[in-house]
């Protein structure tokens, strides 16, 4: 028969100190409270691999410090919710971020700043400006323009 714990409370978070080794507090349900002797409180969740038979995985949720108690276990209850559809939530999360710091890289100002500094070096500092007047008025978006820099 497995084993009931009882939900962690946030006044039992808050007293929670490592007595010379890091200290885990069970929540219930996967999710962990790493406490480390230098009194860092991380939050994890162990889960069972969606494709791996038997493999047991242990997830980094977040800082304590950054989640709450109510935080950490909304993160679980959707991590749960991707394994029930068979999906990793390691893996999920980490392509999904890695698609939004591409997208937020990637966009078409950035590209043509980057593209402006480096054809400023090669025509006359007038050209250039010229140039990036003329993306800034019939290319870029009117909703937060910002000017080129003057070239040096």
């Known amino acids: 028969m497995a084993r009931t714990t009882t939900p962690l409370t946030s006044t039992e978070i808050k007293a929670a100190k490592a007595n010379g080794k890091d200290r885990t507090l069970q ?14 409180k991380k939050w994890r969740y162990r889960y069972t691999h969606p494709h791996k038979t038997g493999i047991r995985v242990l997830l ?3 800082d304590f410090s950054t989640m709450t108690l109510a935080e950490a276990r909304a993160k679980r209850l959707e991590a749960e919710q991707l394994i029930a559809k068979g999906i990793d939530p390691q ?12 997208a937020h890289l990637n966009t078409f100002e950035k590209v043509a700043r980057q ?7 090669k025509v006359s500092k007038d050209h250039a400006l010229d140039i ?21």
Do not use: C
């Open 115 to 121: 593209w402006i500094e480096i054809k400023s070096t």
């Open 27 to 40: 929540d219930g349900k996967g999710l962990i409270l790493l406490v480390k002797t230098t009194g860092i």
């Open 132 to 152: 990036w007047r003329s993306l800034e008025n019939d290319v870029l978006p009117v909703i937060g323009k910002q000017p080129l820099e003057q070239l040096d």
């Open 60 to 62: 980094g949720i977040g």
């Open 91 to 102: 893996t999920h999360w980490r392509k999904t971020k890695i698609q939004a710091e591409s």
